[in-house]
């Protein structure tokens, strides 16, 4: 029988479940030390990871606000052509996220201010760099394998897939900048960007 999108959902948390079980017994290995809450970092880790983890909620918003206004304003159809635009576009994250989580930890690893300042603008430098490269790649082999991979019926939606793609550049550099500005210590730049970002959205 044809999958649904239950079923998928439910294939997609046991993976999900198995990564987790994969990172822990990695991490038990690699992190030796004892395990146990030190107090005296409690209010530091605070002030770097509460803004952190509310830029994820501005950010995926942004990410996911326009496939929930489609779903109420298109046909049934052209909400599939944007989804099939919108997973082909993803080709594009994985070589800049990959700069992004790398360039976090190794600004951060500075030891002084000066040193972290010299790694984020040679890491931000490639990156750009890098999103113009996979932008231009994307945008020039969208329109043939979209197609071809999709199958013959989403051709309308090449297009779609092209502007998509581009959208979807921009955004992991926007992660990609945002890991660098982490590492040198300022979440709070980081939050105060994706909710004006958010803003900019509504």
Known sequence: SSPTAVTMSRYHLVGTAMLLVVAVLVGRRRFAGP???ERELTSELARFGIPTALSNFPQLLN???DQLILV?????KDLGFYAAAVGWSWIVNPAIHAVGYVLF???ASSTDAEGRHQRFRFGTRLGIALT????????IVTPVLFPLIFGGAYRPAAG???LVTIGSTVAALDLLLGEA????GRPRVVLKAELI???ATA
Not at 132 to 139: P, Q
Not at 181 to 184: H, N, S
């Open 35 to 37: 395990r146990r809450i």
């Open 63 to 65: 990410l996911r606000v």
């Open 72 to 76: 109420s304003i298109v046909s049934l």
């Open 160 to 162: 779609t897939a092209v």
């Open 132 to 139: 113009v490269l996979v932008a231009a790649g994307a945008a």
């Open 197 to 199: 970002g958010l803003v």
């Open 105 to 107: 930890p190794a600004v």
């Open 181 to 184: 500005t982490k590492g040198r």
